[in-house]
């Protein structure tokens, strides 16, 4: 009988660690966060510009960030270094299947599967699919109050956006397009 009573107890005490522990969501407050993208060619010449955030969220233990997952709406990309006719082109150009192929992929998703915390934040694994294709994903996550923000870059030939990549084309030259895109968010919560 002492058995089972101690059982019972060690159960009570295990179940109830897990209830005080249980992950909480916090809602990202998409019209209120940027993200802003920029990309450039081989001579230098940066384009800049932003995405529209749908929808995302961390998941919290306490005021530990554990996960989370966040949804890009690729059809709000905009661009803020040109105006007018070229920013027009610039974007409708961009959005073609010769780079992100939004008629086909209208979001990208940023899926965190792992944290650890550090001196400058946290350090984040996650998984970015564009096109429909997944890769892995690292970068540092700073959270200050309601607002948490990084910077972080990727490979678009990982993602099949081939257009002026030397990834994929010889003889290039000065028209080659780098592979690598840099983004900077800002989320609010």
Wanted: aromatic residues 8%; hydrophobic residues 35%; proline residues 2%.
């Amino acid at each position: 009988m002492k058995k089972v009573i101690n059982s019972i107890l060690i159960l009570a005490v295990i179940v109830g660690s897990f209830a005080f522990t249980t992950p909480s969501k916090k809602e990202v407050k998409a019209s209120e966060s940027t993200v802003n993208w920029s990309g450039s060619k081989i001579t230098g010449k940066t384009h800049t510009g932003t995405l529209g955030l749908k929808s995302g969220f961390l998941e919290m233990d306490g005021a530990n960030i554990t996960g989370g997952e966040f949804v890009v709406d690729m059809a709000a990309m905009k661009s803020t270094d040109m105006e007018g006719e070229y920013a027009d082109k610039l974007i409708g150009h961009l959005k073609s299947d010769d780079f992100f192929g939004v008629a086909n992929h209208p979001t990208a998703t940023l899926k965190i599967n792992k944290t650890k915390k550090t001196d400058d934040g946290y350090k984040v694994g996650a998984s970015i699919t564009i096109k429909g294709k997944t890769q892995p994903i690292t970068f540092i996550l700073v959270m200050n109050g309601g607002n948490a923000s990084a910077k972080l870059s990727f490979d678009r030939s990982k993602f099949d956006v081939k257009y002026g990549s030397g990834s994929f084309f010889d003889n290039l030259g000065d028209k080659t397009i780098s592979d690598t895109i840099e983004l900077e968010v800002n989320l609010k919560f």
